[in-house]
């Protein structure tokens, strides 16, 4: 919980390095803070498809004949069971919330890794290539370029953020597992020896 916490207070903090422990852990409790809220976001719209009959003769259509078989009017009220929920409003603050600190946490990991932050803009990019068949007409064989493409950015950037530190300093700040690195800030300095 402490990386967590160190995040936002480095909330915007795009500067100095952050190490792998750093990363994950604010990831993992990212995740499960997303996952609760998800689940109360379904719950309401779930009842109201099993109070609907009409959707759930719909929705076992759709099994039998492909999702094609919904009917859009069904599609929009099942959104709107989970949209209109104060789950989603949390959400939505939450991710908002989150944005600038999960950004900043990973230029700072890629900073530790001996990377520019700016590796994670084409990343991010090649990432979101697999949503855009959804947003354009594409042809069976560019949705399969683009998925390839989002796979590979998704994988550098796990790749990215599982390796290690940059052995000693780098130009953006000290190796943060040297000697107090948990306990301070990404410009601490160190304490002076004492004498015998």
């Known amino acids: 919980m ?23 852990w604010f990831t993992l409790i990212n995740f499960i803070i997303m996952f609760v809220i998800g689940i109360f976001m379904l719950v309401p719209m779930v009842k109201g498809i099993i109070n609907d009959p009409d959707m759930m003769e719909a929705i076992n259509d759709a099994g039998v004949y492909g999702s094609a078989a919904i009917d859009d009017d069904y599609t929009m009220q099942v959104y709107s069971l989970m949209l209109h929920t104060p789950a989603f409003y949390v959400y939505c603050i939450y991710c908002l919330l989150i944005l600038l600190p999960s950004l900043a946490v990973t230029v700072r990991r890629l ?86």
């Open 2 to 24: 402490k990386y967590f916490l160190k995040c936002f207070k480095q909330y915007a903090d795009f500067k100095g390095r952050a190490r792998r422990r750093e990363f994950w």
């Open 111 to 196: 900073h530790d890794t001996g990377r520019s932050g700016w590796w994670f803009v084409p990343l991010y990019v090649g990432m979101l290539l697999n949503n855009l068949p959804s947003l354009f007409s594409c042809s069976a064989g560019m949705k399969v370029i683009l998925m390839l493409i989002s796979l590979a950015a998704a994988i550098v950037y796990l790749v990215f953020m599982f390796l290690d530190s940059q052995e000693g300093e780098n130009k953006w700040g000290p190796n943060p597992k040297d000697f107090f690195a948990d306990d301070a800030s990404p410009e601490h300095e160190e304490l002076p020896m004492a004498e015998n």
